[in-house]
């Protein structure tokens, strides 16, 4: 694949868009995930997982742009080679791999979405399935996102327009460990909580009678979330996760 453009989306994350060297589209479900494939200074080959977070043209379905988030580990390798990138360079991968999607036989009332960092990366994806179910069946989604501060929500912009364009269906709710927005920023919102998202896991009831919930990001969150809902009584497959494990 070559780089193709790159922007900072937090501090410490960048978004990454290539292209396919055969110009040939990436077929993919919202969820899944490329591996990276490089090698460390000594020449041991090593590879990373990084979620899609390319949003598919819900007519034209898949191009040939593949669209990644990347986490910058202080001395990480991996942080190494995509600072080092240049428009037109080119990395190898393989994929897509995975099983955190939506499922197409789903019949649940709501969706409960946790995700910390680049763990929402393919909740983005998602967006135009999660408007598809919207539309069809009616179905509720609440995003429960947890970030140290406001320059760490990553795709905010695009989840809080979402938010706008179906009030009814979808609430998009940032959990800020750290700092809060300051009363003039736009991610100032009746929906925002100050702590961590299994916090507020509890204000939303979890229903094994209605709910599916999809965890992603931190380890620790992800196990504590599952946990709770477990204890509320939703089965596993009703506990869709993917765990985030920092790598350099």
Known sequence: MNLVSRRMVAPQVGHYVFARDDGQPLPFIAGQFIQVHFEYADGTATRRSYSLATIPDPVKGPDDLVEIAVSYVPGGAATALFESLEIGDSINATGPFGRFCLMPNDSNQRYLMIGTGTGVTPYRAMLPLLEKAIAERD?????????RNPAELLY?????EFANRHPDNFRFLPCFSRELPAPDSPHAHPDVRHGYVQQFLP??????ETDIAYLCGNPDMVDTCAEALRETGLLPRQIRREKYVSSK
């Open 156 to 160: 905010g912009d695009e989840f809080r």
């Open 203 to 208: 204000e939303f009831s979890p229903d094994p």
């Open 139 to 147: 179905v509720q989604i609440v995003l429960l996102f947890g970030a």
